[in-house]
């Protein structure tokens, strides 16, 4: 059974850092295209970044230059570092792993983000 279990979010004040992590198990995790998204309330859910074997790392242009995604298969863990944490990156954090183009496609239970002061 493929599980995702995320950690690292919670409540900080603009400007701030979090790191999220997101740890997979059940599956071979290197073959595996992985992505961070995120759905605001009232929001569609969007992708944030993207990391894969091969390919240049993906980052929605409203958190390029802010966050960092990275990824550890020796750990089965893909990590999304955020700074200069804005009010409007607040939302749920879903981590995602992609076989194929969606061939095989799992989604993590989701982290909370809230950004205020």
């Known amino acids: 059974q493929v599980q995702l279990v995320e950690s690292g979010g919670g409540l900080v004040q603009p400007g701030g850092s979090l790191r999220l992590s997101c740890v997979v198990s059940g599956t071979i995790f290197r073959i595996y295209a992985m992505g961070w998204y995120r759905q605001a309330p009232g929001k569609q859910r969007e992708l944030v970044a993207g990391?894969?074997?091969?390919?240049?790392?993906t980052y929605a242009d409203s958190v390029k230059g802010r966050f960092t995604i990275s990824r550890d298969n020796a750990k089965n863990t893909v990590y999304l570092q955020m700074k200069s944490l804005k009010p409007e990156d607040t939302g749920v954090y879903f981590c995602?792993?992609?076989?194929?183009?969606?061939?095989?496609?799992?989604w993590g239970q989701g982290s909370q983000v809230t950004v205020c002061s």
């Open positions: 990391i894969a074997s091969g390919v240049p790392t």
């Open positions: 995602n792993a992609r076989y194929k183009g969606g061939k095989r496609d799992y």
